[in-house]
């Protein structure tokens, strides 16, 4: 079996985009090729806590999300992943009006799991600030679509 073909992606990338937290969020692929991902998403009213920071839900949730696109990119047709279990580290705040990058990679595919990192950062003038990192792990099911 080969990979993902990009049109598979490009429906779940369209299945991601259009999902009601991923939209409130700013949501965007910026890519998913090789089994490495990266998506930005905005610190806005809707992902900040009462503080004005990036709520950690949300950070986790992106993770996730991360993870699934790098993972997507490399698993063959046929296959899907679901979360079994994830890990997030929230190591600093981002503040409303930040956008936050979130690269995903996999570090193995099974028969039935697949293990996966991930990084979040925030650009600025003195290079990227490291905000978060995340493990998951995705059990292997027969793709829905």
Known sequence: MSAASPDRRAIASGRILAHPLHAASGLAIVSSTGGRSEITFAVNDFTANVIDTLHGGILYAMVDVAAFMALLSVIPEGL??????????????????????????????????????????????????????????????????
Do not use: C
Request: without cysteine; hydrophobic residues 40%.
């Open 80 to 145: 899907h992943g679901v979360t079994a279990d994830i890990q997030v580290s929230v190591l600093r705040a981002a503040k409303k009006g930040d956008t936050v990058h979130v690269r995903g990679w996999v570090d193995r595919v099974g028969r039935t799991l697949a293990n996966m990192r991930a990084e979040a950062f925030v650009p600025g003038p003195d290079g990227e600030r490291l905000i978060g990192t995340g493990t998951v792990v995705k059990s292997l099911i027969p793709a829905p679509y």
